[in-house]
């Protein structure tokens, strides 16, 4: 595929631009939208490119790429028509930030070269050092993430200011600790205390994950496909003798469920 010069990127960007002066101005839909009404659209749009990269499809990733971008300018150009600000600040702003946090490429005389790994490993405290920055290094996790997500960036916060696992294999002890505590929980009759264990276990689990460098979200994803298209299978078999799923013994949807795996769903 032709890949473009940086003139024609800048132009193209110009075009975007362009494409969303016209729409707030002449056209009544987007002339009354808010920032708090495209907001749930950006959040549709975020995981429809999470999919189109796990899919590894690079067309449908190139357009959802174009969709969010067309959602950030949207934002920006309703903070300039009150005055807060413009696009351009947003894209100086995320420069500034870029700088700072990276002194080995911008700076490289202000200090030593760094491994990609001695970068990771300091990221959430050069974040700290910033002028303005998040009061905390939690603060800046997001409280309405899905909960997978955000324990994953809680555990990636902690890392980055060095409280991890020494050595990734000593998770599998606190894991099985977790499993013992949500057995003996749940076999009290405490509702509270069962969720709190499920939630400490879950949460072993996930960092088990990242510790051995699979994404837990994409793991999951995976899984919930697979039982799906079984699920599925199971369903299609059960209609075509006739039947309903209701009238189905467990016994019944095991025997089409292991069929199901055996043709590799």
Known sequence: MYMHSREEKMQAFGRLL??????????????????????PLTEEEVYELSDAILREDMPETMK????????????ARIAQESGAFDIADSMAKVCDKMEFRHPHVFRPNA????????????????????KGGNRTVMSGIPRSMPALLKALSVQEKARGCGFDWEKREDVWEKVSEELGEVREAC??????????????????????SRLYGVDPEAALGKTCEKFRRRFDYVEAATLAQGRSLGQMSLAEMDALWDEAKSKGL
């Open 18 to 39: 362009d494409v969303m002066d016209a729409l707030r101005e002449k056209c009544p839909w987007n002339a009354a939208q808010t920032m708090a009404t495209i907001r």
């Open 64 to 75: 959802e790429i174009g969709d969010l971008m067309y959602h950030m300018v949207f934002y």
């Open 111 to 130: 200090g030593k070269q760094m491994t990609a790994k001695e970068i990771a490993d300091t990221w959430e405290l050069v974040k700290a050092k910033e």
């Open 187 to 208: 076999s009290e009759s405490d509702p509270a205390h069962a969720e709190e264990e499920f939630g400490d276990l879950l949460f072993s689990v996930i960092n088990a």
